[in-house]
Nanobody
Framework: AQLVESGGGLVQAGGSLNLSCVAS????????MGWYRQAPGKQRELVATITASGHRTNYLDSVKGRFTISRDNAKNTMYLQMNGLKPEDTAVYYC????????????WGPGTQVTVST
């Protein structure tokens, strides 16, 4: 299975973006998933997670109340609605399984760049 992210862009602080992650194959609907991000010179961090059913979510403290993760298993797609964006949210955003050691999804996708200007 493969994952492809989209929806990033350049926005002003306070703006919004909605990221999408489209998965191929059958592994997506049975796996808890996450959105990750990596800023230049920093380690990749887990931003938001969602259970396979989509009923439970968790967020990095710094994005709570601003970001919303969701998924549509019928469409093999996961979303990250980002509101109230801040310059510190600038990063490349990736989607992947919550279990990053899994072999079900192969390599990480290219990610999508989010840049928030002041």
């Amino acid at each position: 299975a493969q994952l492809v992210e989209s929806g990033g862009g350049l926005v002003q602080a306070g703006g919004s973006l909605n990221l999408s992650c489209v998965a191929s194959g059958s592994a997506f609907s049975i796996n808890p998933m996450g959105w990750y991000r990596q800023a230049p010179g920093k380690q990749r961090e887990l931003v938001a997670t969602i259970t396979a059913s989509g009923h439970r979510t968790n967020y990095l403290d710094s994005v709570k109340g601003r970001f919303t993760i969701s998924r549509d298993n019928a469409k093999n797609t996961m979303y990250l609605q980002m509101n109230g964006l801040k310059p510190e949210d600038t990063a490349v955003y990736y989607c992947y399984a919550l279990d990053i050691g899994t072999t079900q999804f192969g390599s990480w996708g290219p990610g999508t760049q989010v840049t928030v200007s002041t």
